[in-house]
Antibody, heavy 122, light 108 residues
Framework: QVQLVESGGALVKPGGSLRLSCAAS????????MSWIRQAPGKGLEWVSY?????????NYADSVKGRFTISRDNAKNSLYLQMNSLRSEDTAVYYC??????????????WGQGTLVTVSS | EVVLTQSPGTLSLSPGERASLSCRAS???????LAWYQQKPGQAPRLLIF???SRATGIPDRFSGSGSGTDFTLTISRLEPEDFAVYYC?????????FGQGTKLEIK
């Protein structure tokens, strides 16, 4: 069955950096776009970034993280990453890794990991 | 960017009742690229509905989605105790995704 397991969440100071990882199993990882979506404590969902599958050609970012976060993947390791730099207090959230189900160039998230908590605080 | 507004913010109903949750888009959503997710406390969201009205694998048929253009509805025909949760709608656009703020469905 599809499994997504995030790791790397931690307490970090403002201005610091962190790298999140997501280990995927149960499906052909390289066939799928993947996304990161976050949820601040007690708040709703916010899409962060996505990356295309086998070619790694396409990435996109929410305006709130553009220039600070970088999404990447290693298809040989079935792993997704999110490098987060210049972290701010407003980046505090649970970060979910999700598999994208794409139809006609539009994608929704059909499987989600359990999330990893990132806390940005001095 | 499409802005999604969900209503009501909180819906209080009893098991066995019918629930209707609304999601309104700030502009017409082409080809019904609208999904619904359920989230229980401490859990990840779960996909319920995609393309406005298609049920995801394993989702009971008491869940149904409808609508087009700017107005979409998630209907739960007969509430079970496990259905009380927060529900989010999502527009999946050509280059970004947006979520509504959520509707909390609570036991009356």
């Amino acid at each position: 069955q599809v499994q997504l397991v995030e790791s790397g969440g931690a307490l970090v100071k403002p201005g610091g950096s962190l790298r999140l990882s997501c280990a995927a199993s149960g499906f052909t990882f390289s066939d799928y776009y993947m996304s990161w979506i976050r949820q601040a404590p007690g708040k709703g969902l916010e899409w962060v970034s996505y990356i295309s599958g086998i070619s790694n050609t396409y990435t996109n970012y929410a305006d709130s993280v553009k220039g600070r976060f970088t999404i990447s993947r290693d298809n040989a390791k079935n792993s997704l990453y999110l490098q987060m730099n210049s972290l701010r207090s407003e980046d505090t959230a649970v970060y979910y890794c999700a598999r994208d189900n794409c139809r006609g160039g539009r994608c929704f998230e059909d499987f989600w990991g359990q999330g990893t908590l990132v806390t940005v605080s001095s | 960017e499409v802005v999604l507004t969900q209503s009501p913010g909180t819906l209080s109903l009893s098991p066995g009742e019918r629930a209707s949750l609304s999601c309104r888009a700030s502009q017409s959503v082409s080809s019904s690229h609208l999904a619904w997710y359920q989230q229980k406390p401490g859990q990840a969201p779960r996909l319920l509905i995609f393309d406005a009205s298609s049920r995801a694998t394993g989702i009971p048929d008491r869940f149904s989605g409808s609508g087009s253009g700017t107005d979409f509805t998630l209907t739960i025909s007969r509430l079970e105790p496990e259905d009380f949760a927060v529900y989010y709608c999502q527009h999946y656009g050509s280059s970004s995704y947006t979520f509504g703020q959520g509707t909390k469905l609570e036991i009356k």
